[in-house]
């Protein structure tokens, strides 16, 4: 089942006649706390937190079943329910130790994370697309974490050639909840299929994959579409390889709004709640 974050408001109006009429007004469930909400009530502090509120346990996984391994990481708690799931992919000559800060972060967070490697280090987007959709087929029905994510519940997230694969991989499963592609290389230029709330990182003084570049990309997502652009003050190309609270307090958000339909992070984006280390932003709010 596919679900999308729309939190509408209806009420419901029954009439019952005995001796009298009694009209009653019924919320309707979606007027209710996300069942997917997972751990406190945020603040600004609690999504630029270097730890989140869950503790962490993390597992490695050989190489095979399409892609070249990697580290799970996941909340210890169990007492919650199950968690969304994130597969993220470093970039072109790239290993997951170099962005391997994300794993625990987000994890912490309330979310079971795999960071792979690829089967080579210079992967095109195309087949790093294939790698993040088939380690979500591993963690969910294969990894020895799999009774603790929600199949249904899942998002891809990539650095420059990863980035290009976790667009390709929203544009081929519509069923995912949530693509983020930092400095992402994504050679076709066009989201005009892209169907999944999708997030893009540009880099203000990034060479290789130019924010001109990527603010056309932006631009062929469908208005239909939920998405946003940050362009991240004075950063290069690799900006992602340094544990980065600019990024933490924004991702996080993107990925508790449609992968857990929680309406409480809707606060740090719409309106965007710092604009400190950010040059540019543009989205489609009211995300929600």
């Known amino acids: 089942m596919v679900h999308r974050t729309r939190f509408r408001r209806t009420l419901a109006a029954s009439a019952i006649a005995l001796a009298a009429l009694v009209a009653t007004a019924v919320p309707s469930p979606a007027?209710?706390?996300?069942?997917?909400?997972?751990?406190?009530?945020?603040?600004?502090?609690?999504?630029?937190?270097?730890?989140g509120p869950f503790a962490t346990a993390s597992v490695s996984v050989a190489r095979g079943n399409g892609f070249g391994g990697g580290v799970i990481y996941y909340p210890t708690d169990t007492s919650q329910g199950t968690f969304g799931g994130v597969a993220i992919s470093p970039g072109l000559n790239g290993t997951w130790p170099g962005i391997a800060w994300l794993g625990p972060r987000l994890a912490s967070q309330g979310f079971v994370v795999f960071g792979i490697e690829t089967n080579n280090l210079n992967d095109s987007p195309v087949s790093r697309g294939t790698q993040l959709l088939a380690a979500l087929d591993y963690l969910t029905r294969s990894s020895t974490v799999r009774t603790r994510v929600d199949g249904n519940r899942l998002a891809v997230i990539g650095h420059s050639m990863g980035g290009g694969g976790a667009l390709d991989a929203a544009l081929r499963r519509p069923a995912l909840q949530a693509a983020i592609g930092n400095a992402p290389h994504l050679p076709s230029g066009s989201l005009a299929n892209d169907r999944v709330p999708t997030l893009i990182y540009a880099m203000q003084n990034d060479t290789l994959v130019p924010p001109s570049r990527l603010t056309s990309l932006y631009n062929t997502i469908p208005s239909t579409t939920e998405r946003a652009?940050?362009?991240?003050?004075?950063?290069?190309?690799?900006?992602i390889g340094q544990p980065s609270t600019v990024l933490a307090r924004t991702m996080i958000p993107w990925l508790k709004i449609f992968v857990d339909d929680d309406a409480r992070y809707s606060q740090f984006l719409c309106p965007l709640n710092s604009t400190?280390?950010?040059?540019?932003?543009?989205?489609?709010?009211?995300?929600?």
């Open 31 to 51: 007027s209710a706390a996300s069942p997917y909400e997972r751990g406190p009530n945020p603040t600004a502090a609690s999504v630029a937190a270097t730890t």
């Open 229 to 239: 652009y940050i362009e991240v003050t004075g950063a290069g190309h690799n900006y």
């Open 276 to 288: 400190s280390g950010i040059s540019q932003y543009r989205n489609s709010c009211p995300l929600i």
